[in-house]
């Protein structure tokens, strides 16, 4: 069982750059992928990116494509999200999970995510 922690949110002006971490520990990557979700406060949680662990190989939600960019240090247990040209809508809470590679569904446990706030 994969749990996650996540970390590296903060607040940051519209047009900055965060970068968050999810450390994993356990069976890292169960089944083969891990994801990046959030949730904006009074909505439902939602796919962001994820990666695949043996390839590298990525994929985006419309709205992050070429702003985002997640990767994976398999040495460390380690899945990053560079997030750049912050907007305000990218607020919300940020959680990574396993997930099935080429979907948006997310499997096992989730972490306690961690708060991103971007100001206008």
């Known amino acids: 069982q994969v749990q996650p922690v996540e970390s590296g949110g903060g607040l940051v002006q519209a047009g900055g750059s965060l970068r968050l971490s999810c450390a994993a520990s356990?069976?890292?990557?169960?089944?083969?992928?891990m994801g990046w979700f959030r949730q904006a406060s009074g909505k439902e949680r939602e796919f962001v990116a994820a990666?695949?662990?043996?390839?590298?190989?990525?994929y985006y939600a419309d709205p992050v494509k070429g702003r985002f960019t997640i990767s994976r240090d398999n040495a460390k247990n380690v899945v990053y999200l560079q997030m750049n040209s912050l907007k305000a809508e990218d607020t919300g809470v940020y959680y990574c999970?396993?997930?099935?590679?080429?979907?948006?569904?997310?499997?096992?446990?989730w972490g306690q995510g961690t708060q991103v706030t971007v100001s206008s």
């Open positions: 999970a396993p997930i099935i590679f080429g979907s948006s569904v997310p499997i096992g446990s």
């Open positions: 990666v695949h662990q043996s390839s590298g190989v990525t």
């Open positions: 356990g069976r890292t990557f169960s089944p083969n992928a």
